[in-house]
């Protein structure tokens, strides 16, 4: 038997101040920013799925993503992207081919939402 699970636990996000990440991201994703910073430079958020923790030690302008490394799924797609556009959030893409679209948050960290 592996002792490696082929399960995702959780993605670390670099961010240049947790309490502003914290606010940005629980804002976007209709969470309560009323969680604990812990240690001082990591908040984690609450997902279903694996885990998104928000850390600031890590953060350098050679490591933010410049991939997406994972995607926010959605089941309307339009509205999703009507709902960034709203939010002043800066659209990388249109979206694509009916499924996806690319978004910076605010540390210019690529990330993306997906149709599932």
């Not at 240690?39 to 410049?66: C, Q, R, T, W």
């Not at 979206?95 to 149709?115: A, E, R, S, T």
């Amino acid at each position: 038997m592996n002792p490696i699970l082929n399960e995702i636990g959780t993605v670390f996000i670099p961010v240049s101040s947790i309490q502003n990440a914290r606010d940005w991201y629980c804002d976007i994703l209709g969470l309560p920013a009323d969680g604990e910073i812990l240690f001082g430079h990591l908040y984690v958020l609450p997902m279903k799925g694996a885990g998104l923790v928000l850390d600031s030690k890590i953060y350098s302008e050679n490591n933010k993503l410049n991939f997406p490394a994972f995607h926010f799924n959605t089941n309307h797609i339009q509205e999703a992207y009507q709902f960034m556009k709203s939010k002043n959030v800066e659209l990388v893409t249109e979206i694509q081919h009916n499924q996806w679209f690319n978004f910076k948050d605010p540390d210019g960290n690529l990330l993306m939402v997906c149709k599932c």
